[in-house]
DNA sequence: GCCAACGTTGGC
DNA sequence: GCCAACGTTGGC
């Protein structure tokens, strides 16, 4: 088995929380409707790959916890349901467009690792989610900021 | 609530 | 296939 790797996954924790996930155990992380993003859905993300769990949009912002991929892509139902906030009437059970995967809760951090702690250590520079600019909501991170995220968190 | 920065759409 | 207009994201 290849080793797993590593991603940020942002939502609004009003929309989806770690607090949410944390309850439900497991869920889907659906819509999804970036190409980019989409594209790592369907083809980078790999069953036991890791997941930093960002609360955007909030004061502060910032990676709450950790999920794990448990099942690998398919298909984003709410695509093709008319009554779902996130209903794309270009998708279709034949071109479902859009891809979703699901993740299990692994833990809540102790606290929260804040997006301007991230931006003032030098050991993040480079790192996606503090580029200026760089809205994607499914990131790759590298093993060196994932496990330097942890350390902070716990 | 503002607005910069980005992604998408659609006319041509 | 260009690019202006529009919509969205997300930090502040």
Redo the contacts with the bound molecule.
Sequence with gaps: MKPPRYWLF?S?PSVFSIDRLAKMKKAPWDGV????ARNFMRDEIKLNDLVLF?H????P?GIAGLARVVKESYPDAGAQDKNSDFYDP?ASAKRPIWFMVDVEFVKKFSRLVT??EL?SDPAFKGMM?IR??????IQPVSKEHFERICGLGS
């Design positions: 942002k609004e409707r970036n190409y980019q960002y955007s949009s909030v004061q912002a270009k997006l301007s931006k989610v200026k600019g760089v809205r994607l909501s």
